[in-house]
């Protein structure tokens, strides 16, 4: 069963519309999602072919690794997706973050990557699948990661 989405960055200059097969969100606790968002990146995935934009204009896009590049409102800042770049299975798979969503209500938590590096500081209540950096990087081949 395939769910709509919609969502905006804060401004509004950038809008989205996408078509999941599972409502289920991942947290990511490495080093750099941790600086893109000031915390954990809660995404939900979204294949290339199931996104739309309106205001790409608006769309900056950062390379912010190896194998994936990470995109922000230029107007506002908001953090609007994370998309792999690598080749692959999940290759131009979009991750978006899940605060830009209109409705957040039917989205679960599923899957934590970077486990060990996640800070003590908090934790969620919700059991996930929980992947380590070094499980990571055997998806992705590279080391260049967290």
Known sequence: ????????????????????????????????????????FLGLSVMPDAMAYEGEEHIQIFQSSPWAERAFCKICGSNLFYRVTAAGEEQGIYHIGAGTMDDQMEITLSQQLFIDQKPSGYSFCETTADLTASQVEEIFGSSAIG
């Open 1 to 40: 069963m395939e769910v709509d989405i919609s969502g905006k960055c804060m401004c509004g200059a950038v809008s989205y519309r996408a078509q999941i097969i599972e409502p289920e969100l991942g947290a990511c606790h490495c080093s750099m999602c941790r600086r893109w968002t000031g915390g954990v």
